[in-house]
């Protein structure tokens, strides 16, 4: 068991870093990674440290708590952060590319315009998470808890977020585009213009979002729920729905040209003016024969054109 010194007691109490362990990381990443591979067994206190636009590349940070830590524009690429705490920490523009991840605390952290470009987030918290204009292109992010995380301007594109739960979450113009999202859960997020060109959807649970305008061409649904989402002038030319669910989805002049109903629940959906055919809708009834009334695809345009 490692024993604190009064001076660390101290310091803990207060909820600032022990002075000691910021001295040595202070010295340089070369220095602070011997000190770690010396002392295993001690778990370094950083809390509330200041290393603001420090060169922390391959940095081992893995299991250090740095709560409210000041890291903007910090160069963190390569750096091992495994199951590190970084509760509110301040990363905007900080550089995370490669970076681990893995399991780390960043709940209601501040990574605005911060890259993590193919960093490694699995099972990370990110709950409300402050992550507007950050660049996460290709970052793994399976199984990472971004309920409620702010999303906006965000480029995920190819990110693999395979059962990632974003409920809540605000992803204003987000790009997600050829992102793995199978199983993601975005119940009642704000997608509005969010970008799905080509992603992976199967069996997402989309509903009761908000999809206004959002681009979803040739996105796979397949099995999606979207019971009750907003999708007016979204953009689904090509996209397979076959088999989802868009019970009470508002689809009012939105663009279903050579999408794929086959088998898609389509109870109480609104297609007033929705550009889509009369087979698809045919295709769409064969799950459903009462699924789709007069009123709900009233002014439709019925001939794909």
Request: hydrophobic share 40%; glycine share 8%; with cysteine.
């Amino acid at each position: 068991m490692l024993l604190l010194s009064g001076c660390e007691c101290v310091l803990r109490v207060f909820g600032v870093a022990i002075e000691e362990h910021l001295d040595i990381l202070k010295r340089g990443v070369k220095a602070w990674n011997e000190w770690r591979a010396s002392n295993p067994d001690v778990q370094p206190d950083l809390r509330q440290a200041n290393r603001q636009g420090a060169d922390l590349n391959d940095v081992n940070l893995s299991g250090a708590i740095l709560q409210r830590a000041s890291l903007q524009k910090a160069d963190l690429q390569h750096a091992d952060l495994e199951g590190a705490d970084l509760y509110e920490a301040k990363l905007q523009r900080c550089v995370l590319d490669h970076a681990n991840l893995q399991r780390a605390t960043l709940e209601r952290s501040n990574l605005k315009k911060a890259t993590l470009v193919e960093a490694d987030l699995r099972g990370a918290d990110l709950k409300q998470a402050r992550m507007g204009l950050a660049d996460l292109t290709r970052a793994d992010l399976r199984g990472a808890d971004l309920s409620g995380a702010f999303l906006e301007d965000a480029r995920l594109v190819a990110a693999e977020l395979e059962g990632a739960v974003l409920e809540d979450a605000k992803c204003v113009r987000a790009d997600f585009s050829s992102a793995q999202l199978a199983r993601a859960n975005f119940e009642g997020a704000d997608l509005q213009y969010a970008d799905f060109q080509d992603a992976d959807l199967r069996n997402a649970i989309l509903k009761l979002s908000d999809m206004k305008s959002a681009d979803l061409r040739r996105a796979n649904l397949e099995g999606a729920d979207l019971g009750g989402c907003y999708l007016r002038e979204a953009d689904l030319q090509g996209a397979s729905l076959a088999g989802a669910n868009l019970c009470g989805a508002d689809l009012q002049h939105a663009n279903l040209q050579d999408a794929n109903l086959s088998g898609a629940n389509m109870s109480g959906a609104d297609l007033r003016e929705a550009n889509c055919t009369p087979d698809q809708l045919a295709k769409a009834l064969s799950a459903d024969p009462e699924g789709i009334n007069d009123y709900s695809v009233s002014d439709s345009r019925l001939d794909g054109a």
